[in-house]
């Protein structure tokens, strides 16, 4: 299922046709492969932990603006999030919409 | 199709052990409906890849070479072991919270659905012929385009003052490596005295893993309160201060193992006797019931031999945005083997690093440009008693040489996401398996 992402954000709208892997460059990919080590390859976990493959670009987009934003927990999510920029934070969760789930 | 039971068979001996239970029984969905990775057809790459190691970082280069660079892509593991026995989560052996069995993991999955050719075979320095780009493993030359050494770490025991020229089996243990001298390491806790003491030495910074140390004595102090009261652990640091979640470990070691832990920073150990497991130190004579000493690590001797490592160094000399030596070309060192500060030598930061490789290597067999801006990030969970655990975090980003300069750019952190956990729990602790879990099969599988 690959959600094409529309966004009135002054950022790059990444071209989308490189979805299936017949390509050496794939935007995002690199970077959305740091979340894969504790969510799965690919964003499919095999023991728990959020999935993040074929998720929604702009939830998943907030959903990490939304965890920068918060001290109270002691979750290492929060702390990880705040390593990326807004860009960054957006290329990998485009990256991440493109996948089948 | 990797579902759940696949990847549980990739674990040896009694699978569900460790990972069983509430590690995976939340988001059955989610498991359910789990699809494997799979190699792509021609991606516009082609060309031959040779790995030697099967570690964090070898299989995981050797695994998103495939995934990423598709069919043209081939790829030989050489990897010594029959399989890959964790050193993460291995101090959870030593208070008998799991076994090795329990944490050690198969090459199947990179054979038979990756289509790596997995070889088990030793390699040195002699068996890289530069100039014919080709390497020998046992009596077969595999010929390549690019290799990637990741060998992990070689113990130096030349500045140990009574232990430089023992024999291996003569040495006291170091469990720094996951596999049998783990399990030894056990059995000598189990067995020691009551009112015995364990000793365990930390080695000057950098060293693999840096709360491994501060962990492991939190583990064996959490099973001698239980177990041998009236034990306790001390803790020899060579370093200053704690080298990694201060915050965590001295509350531990001042709170609930107040009495058991002594932690002594800025540590000299001036003698050594192996035969009475006897030290002297700049805080006394220290005679141990159980001795640990985690000795300095260097890069492992295939890459010393191949002539990797600058003189004065004791890693290889990398370019971090390829991992590609800067002494000889076409030859890429990743994980403990690089000199890649200030990322960790560490599990976790290694498969990121495989990335980060892989992603560079693809790219070199298309034609094309490296990424200019990798990012890493280093994460894990510490066991701190047998319920509870901590965390650390950090994602590094690249800096770039300076304008004009002939130098290699580096990772650097980024402050605001190094943090660790504010206080050890048990939601922490089940997080934990989750994490190894996710890594050993994004790793793995």
């Known amino acids: 299922m690959h959600c094409l992402v529309r966004t009135a954000f002054p950022l790059a709208l990444l071209a989308l046709s490189q979805v299936v892997a017949a390509e050496t460059v794939v935007p995002g990919r690199l970077l959305a492969s740091n979340c894969f080590q504790c969510h799965g390859t690919d964003g499919r976990p095999v023991a728990g932990l959020a999935s993040l493959a074929g998720e929604s670009a702009s939830s998943m987009y907030y959903k990490m603006l939304e965890l920068r934003q918060k001290t109270k927990e002691d979750s290492i999510m929060n702390s990880h999030v705040r390593g990326y920029t807004d860009q960054q934070l957006w290329e990998l969760s485009v990256y991440f919409s493109q996948l089948p789930h | 199709m990797i ?113 790596i050719n997995v070889v088990q075979r030793t390699v040195s320095g002699g068996d890289i012929d530069k100039a014919q780009k080709r390497i020998r493993a046992g009596n077969a030359w595999y010929p390549y385009d690019r290799l990637v050494l990741a060998p992990g770490i070689e113990f130096d025991y030349s500045g140990l003052p009574g232990l430089e020229g023992l024999s291996y089996s003569q040495l006291p243990l170091h469990a720094w490596i996951g596999g049998a001298q783990t399990t030894a390491l056990r059995n000598q806790i189990a067995n020691m005295p009551s009112s015995g003491t364990v000793v365990i030495t930390i080695p000057p910074a950098p060293y693999r893993c840096p709360p491994g140390p501060y962990e492991r004595a939190c583990v064996i102090a959490d099973y001698l309160k239980k177990k041998k009261r009236g034990a306790r652990v001390i803790v020899l640091d060579a370093n200053p201060d704690i080298v990694a979640e201060r915050h965590g470990f001295s509350t531990a070691f001042a709170g609930i193992y107040g009495g058991i832990i002594e932690y002594y920073p800025g540590a000299v150990i001036t003698g050594i006797d192996v035969a009475t497991r006897t030290l002297q130190t700049n805080v006394g004579t220290i005679r141990a019931s159980v001795l640990n000493v985690i000795p300095p690590q260097t890069a492992a001797k295939v890459v010393m031999d191949a002539g990797l490592v600058p003189f004065g160094s004791v890693r290889a000399s990398v370019n971090v945005l390829s991992y590609e030596s800067t002494i000889a070309p076409a030859i890429h060192v990743i994980g403990d083997s690089a000199a890649a500060s200030p990322q960790p030598m560490a599990g976790h930061l290694a498969n990121a690093q495989g990335k980060v490789c892989a992603d560079a290597i693809v790219r070199i067999l298309s034609g094309r440009a490296v990424d200019p801006s990798p990012v890493t990030n280093s994460a894990c969970f510490s066991p701190i008693t047998a319920k509870t655990a901590s965390w650390l975090s950090v994602v590094y980003a690249y800096k770039p040489p300076l304008p004009g300069s002939t130098g290699f750019g580096r990772m650097e952190a980024v402050p605001a996401s190094f943090a660790e956990a504010r206080e050890a729990s048990s939601e922490h602790y089940e997080k934990m398996f989750k994490w190894f879990g996710n890594l050993m099969s994004d790793t793995f599988a």
């Open chain 2, 3 to 115: 579902k759940r039971r696949q990847f549980i068979g990739l674990l040896g001996g009694s699978a569900l052990g460790l990972l069983s239970g509430r590690a995976f029984s939340e988001d059955e969905d989610v498991l359910s409906r789990h699809i494997a990775a799979s190699v792509p057809g021609p991606t516009g790459a082609s060309g031959r890849v040779v790995v030697v190691g099967g570690g964090m970082a070898g299989a995981t280069v050797a695994k998103f070479l495939r995934l990423w660079g598709g069919s043209q892509v081939q790829v030989t593991l050489v990897e010594q072991n029959p399989d890959y026995p964790s050193s993460i989560l291995s101090n959870l052996v030593l208070n008998g919270s799991t076994t090795m069995d329990r944490i050690t993991f198969k090459y199947d999955t990179l054979k038979n659905v990756y289509g």
